[in-house]
């Protein structure tokens, strides 16, 4: 495909008429089928579901250029497909924050799943208040006789995080509004507040399973 700088039209058609529509869903219905089978391991071995509920997207078009201004990227088809990680997304929450880390270690075993890259935001939280583990990650998708390697981000989170991430998302994040610098202090202590109630969900759960 013809280098070209495009909008929110172009970047849909450029799309459509490549097979990315495809191998992006199939990515997402494999990656959902990996955090279910690491799942089902789990249980094996701890007695209890890690896995929550998973959830999955293709980055609408609007997302793509608002991000693509936001990175200074000029929005071009090989730009978008180059230098976003996250056309494809899937997230996944975790029952509790070491869940968290013990499906990413499993997912480290699988042989056909690339780790390109590793955001730890739980260690080390977003200036607005945002956790969650992120793994860019790479999955061969079999389509029309070939092999291909897919991108995708993998946002790994407990729901307390997920419970944050949704009304920052919805509140702030998106919309750049005045009010958003007047909520981002507010939301952010209540981001700690959150981390300090994940870990003491850990704690309980220790203490549960000792009785
Ligand atoms: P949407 O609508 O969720 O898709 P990189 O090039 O990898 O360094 P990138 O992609 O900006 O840069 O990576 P980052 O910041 O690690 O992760 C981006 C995604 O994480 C966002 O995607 C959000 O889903 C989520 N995220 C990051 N920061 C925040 C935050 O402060 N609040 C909330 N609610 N989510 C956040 P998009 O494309 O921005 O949005």
Same mark, same amino acid.
């Given at each position: 495909?013809?280098?070209?700088?495009?909008?929110?039209?172009?970047?849909?058609?450029?799309?459509?008429?490549?097979?990315?529509?495809?191998?992006?869903?199939?990515?997402?219905?494999?990656?959902?089928?990996?955090?279910?089978?690491?799942?089902?391991?789990?249980?094996?071995?701890?007695?209890?579901?890690?896995?929550?509920?998973?959830?999955?997207?293709?980055?609408?078009?609007?997302?793509?250029?608002?991000?693509?201004?936001? !990175?200074?990227?000029?929005?071009?088809?090989?730009?978008?497909?180059?230098?976003?990680?996250?056309?494809?997304?899937?997230?996944?929450?975790?029952?509790?924050?070491?869940?968290?880390?013990?499906?990413?270690?499993?997912?480290?075993?699988?042989?056909?799943?690339?780790?390109?890259?590793?955001?730890?935001?739980?260690?080390?939280? !977003?200036?607005? #208040?945002?956790?969650?583990?992120?793994?860019?990650?790479?999955?061969?998708?079999?389509?029309?006789?070939?092999?291909?390697?897919?991108?995708?981000?993998?946002?790994?989170?407990?729901?307390?995080?997920?419970?944050?991430? #949704?009304?920052?998302?919805?509140?702030?994040?998106?919309?750049?509004?005045?009010?958003?610098? *007047?909520?981002?202090?507010? *939301?952010?202590?209540?981001?700690?507040?959150?981390?300090? *109630?994940?870990?003491?969900?850990?704690? *309980?759960?220790?203490?549960?399973?000792?009785?």
């Amino acid at each position: 495909m013809a280098v070209s700088v495009f909008g929110a039209k172009e970047i849909i058609e450029g799309f459509e008429d490549s097979s990315f529509l495809v191998t992006g869903r199939c990515a997402i219905d494999i990656l959902t089928a990996k955090l279910k089978i690491v799942d089902a391991e789990l249980f094996l071995e701890l007695g209890r579901n890690v896995l929550v509920h998973t959830d999955g997207r293709l980055k609408s078009a609007e997302s793509i250029l608002s991000k693509c201004r936001k !990175k200074g990227y000029a929005p071009t088809y090989e730009n978008v497909q180059e230098k976003l990680n996250d056309l494809i997304g899937v997230r996944a929450v975790c029952s509790f924050e070491d869940d968290v880390y013990r499906m990413a270690e499993v997912l480290k075993t699988h042989k056909d799943l690339k780790i390109i890259k590793r955001k730890d935001y739980i260690k080390a939280p !977003k200036s607005s #208040g945002y956790r969650s583990l992120h793994l860019i990650v790479e999955i061969p998708v079999y389509f029309q006789e070939e092999r291909r390697w897919v991108r995708a981000e993998l946002q790994l989170r407990t729901p307390a995080m997920d419970f944050w991430a #949704g009304v920052d998302h919805q509140l702030r994040y998106k919309k750049g509004k005045q009010e958003a610098v *007047l909520i981002g202090e507010e *939301l952010k202590e209540y981001s700690q507040v959150i981390a300090e *109630l994940d870990k003491k969900m850990v704690e *309980l759960r220790g203490r549960i399973e000792a009785m």
